[in-house]
């Protein structure tokens, strides 16, 4: 299945998130499996954009502007200047961010049956998360993760 950078790194963000026991009940192996596949193609993806963006930044990093950046004591001046590049660089950033977020890849391991759906369920149903710095309580966790992942 083709999905966007961005579709991966969001499926990627929750399927994290996803515990495979709790006091009572475990997710069974099969499904295990199936999940740390996915964690792990996902993984490989983010941590491929995540090397490209570092490498990006670099490339915009001039010697100068490192030089001028480890400057003990700057005048206003060049204060303006490093605040200045900070800004190009940033822009810059985003834009390449948005573009290779849109790019496509292909995903093999994408969806979880109803049964695959209702184990997890069984297992999360108090696994309340954190995603990006949002709070979600365990039922609207799993409503994500149905919506995202569920065919």
Known sequence: MKMTINEVMIRHNFINKILFKDDTSSLDKDLKVK???MRIEYGKIRKSLEEDLKEFVNSLTTDDMK???SKPDKTPEEINQIQSWNNQIKD???TYISKRGREEVNIINDTFTE???NQIVKVNT???VEINGTHLNAPDFLEVIYNLFVA
């Open 35 to 37: 999940i740390m596949s």
């Open 92 to 94: 810059e950033y985003n």
């Open 67 to 69: 030089i001028l950046a």
């Open 115 to 117: 049964d695959e759906y």
């Open 126 to 128: 108090e696994n309340d």
